[in-house]
């Protein structure tokens, strides 16, 4: 404590008392000694009670700056007593405040994870550009912290600059697509959105990025499927175009020409009607693979029923379907529909692959439960095996035999075996035969008692 202060506070503390006794010790009244004595007893206890007037001032002092600066301590030890009720309220006060930074530091705690929690770069903005926090995803997205840095300094896109100004200019959202950091980096989507706006004052900005990396595959297998689709339709279309044009001109009375031609015309039109069936399916089997099947399928009437249904076709190449199934069921939980669908299309890409007089096979295992279509014909060449069930492909075998179809039956096996968490495998040597495997998760289950 500063002796200067302290001397101050005893005069102006003994300042009354003294004029008081110098004016009774003038007129008389008290002798100069006596009145002396009782201003030196007066200084002394004028001492004591500046002391701790000061003391506990200055304890106050530094009680409010550890306050300010957040630090938290005993409360102060005042003594004087015009002091002890502002002490009082000063602990209400730092009890108060002790509340308020704790939900202010919980609060910055949930937005700071909030923000590393999100997979997209988030920046916030202060009014002049600069970064004043950034998530985990943006220092990645930059390679290094943004915060502190001016977003001029990040990247020198044009666009996304002028979006920032744009945004605090208007008031409103600003989104654009524009390469991060720099021309050659990845396409994004970035979107400013302006906040806590004061009179007058430009605001604050938050800029989020949304990667869009995945728009350019998604691009070319859209535009991949279109044509091949395109290239489909075209070559029926183009045969039933020519036909009709025979039938209206050289064949209008030519009956020969009629019956031939609008057998042909018949394949034509089943052919298209068979392809966009196919398509549906397909597109009806990819909007629901993110839907796990909830029913229960016993494999081994699936099996019979559908070599049953397809005997004719087979027939038709002089073929034999040979039926293996255990005598107790195989239960998978499964979209009754989709597997036959499934088998359906394994089964018809066998007997369409296959030599003519030759021997089909299907078979149901368990544990785990599995279906196996089998076929002798000239097989998949080892190149093709991880290709057959891509849309719209076609073996060079198939192709070079003429084999009629558009290449979407296994795409759609593919896609009910991947709903169903099924596992494929295609096992093929040239000249001796295919053999496709669809094996299911888990052993087989009991059905459900009905």
Not at 298 to 319: T, Y
């Amino acid at each position: 404590m500063p002796m200067a202060e302290l001397f101050r506070a005893v005069l102006r503390t003994a300042a009354p008392a003294t004029a008081v006794l110098l004016a009774v010790s003038a007129a008389g009244q008290l002798d100069w000694q006596v009145a002396a004595g009782i201003w030196a007893a007066m200084l002394l206890l004028g001492a004591g009670a500046a002391f701790v007037q000061v003391r506990d001032t200055a304890r106050l002092v530094r009680w409010i700056r550890a306050m300010r600066d957040g630090e938290s301590g005993a409360h102060a030890d005042v003594q004087a007593c015009g002091l002890r009720e502002l002490s009082r309220h000063l602990a209400q006060l730092e009890s108060e405040v002790g509340r308020v930074r704790a939900g202010t530091a919980e609060r910055d705690r949930f937005i700071h994870a909030l923000l590393e929690t999100l997979p997209m770069p988030v920046l916030a903005l202060a009014p002049d550009g600069r970064v004043t926090h950034a998530n985990a995803a943006a220092t990645k997205l930059f390679e290094k912290s943004p915060s502190g840095h001016a977003l001029a300094e990040l990247t020198r896109v044009p666009a996304c600059l002028q979006a920032f100004d744009a945004a605090g200019d208007s008031g409103a959202a600003q989104t654009i697509q524009c390469r991060l950091p720099a021309e050659d980096g990845t396409l994004h989507q970035v979107s400013v959105h302006p906040f806590d706006r004061d009179a007058g004052a430009p605001p604050r900005r938050v800029m989020i990025c949304q990667g869009l990396a995945d728009s350019t595959p998604r691009e070319t297998a859209r535009t991949t499927f279109l044509a091949n689709a395109s290239h489909e339709f075209r070559t029926p279309l183009t045969a039933i175009l020519g036909m009709v044009e025979t039938l209206q001109g050289p064949g209008r009375d030519d009956p020969e020409v009629q019956e031939l031609y609008l057998d042909r015309l018949g394949k034509q039109a089943s052919r298209m009607v068979t392809l966009v069936d196919d398509m549906i399916h397909l597109s009806a089997v990819e909007m629901s693979e993110a839907l796990p099947p909830e029913g229960r399928v016993d494999l081994v009437p699936l099996a019979r029923e559908v070599s049953e249904d397809l005997a004719w076709q087979a027939a038709a190449r002089s073929m034999h379907v040979n039926v293996e199934v255990p005598g107790d069921p195989v239960t998978v939980t499964g979209d009754a529909e989709q597997l036959r669908q499934l088998l359906t299309n394994l089964l018809s890409n066998a007997i369409k692959h296959g030599n003519e007089d030759g021997r089909i096979g299907v078979e149901v295992g368990a544990n785990p439960p599995r279906i196996t279509v089998t076929d002798d014909g000239e097989g998949i060449s080892p190149g093709e095996t991880d290709r057959v069930f891509e849309r719209f492909y076609r073996s060079a075998q198939a192709r070079n035999r003429r084999i009629p179809g558009h290449g979407l039956g296994l795409a759609i096996v593919k896609h009910v075996a991947r709903r169903h968490g099924a596992a494929l495998d295609v096992r093929s040597e040239p000249g001796v035969g295919c053999a496709i495997s669809v094996t299911f998760e888990g052993p087989a289950t009991a059905p459900q008692p009905t």
